[in-house]
């Protein structure tokens, strides 16, 4: 995830049912990438939520 506001950045990835897998937070510059630490999920698809203050983005993502 790469954005344009400085602050706490959280996230979450969720499973297709909506069961919370991973959360965690990161202090970020703007424009600064957060990757999100997928390794220890197998192949599938999940959700993810990623918010700074009241700013929400939400999606669908798939690891091969």
């Not at 999920?41 to 690891?63: A, N, S």
Request: hydrophobic content about 40%.
């Amino acid at each position: 995830y790469s954005g344009r506001l400085s602050g706490a950045l959280h996230w979450e990835v969720l499973d297709i049912s909506g069961r919370l897998l991973l959360q965690g937070s990161e202090q970020t510059e703007a424009g600064q990438s957060v990757d999100l630490p997928l390794q220890t999920l197998p192949v599938g698809g999940y959700l993810y939520r990623v918010w700074m203050g009241d700013v929400l983005r939400t999606g669908k993502l798939v690891k091969l």
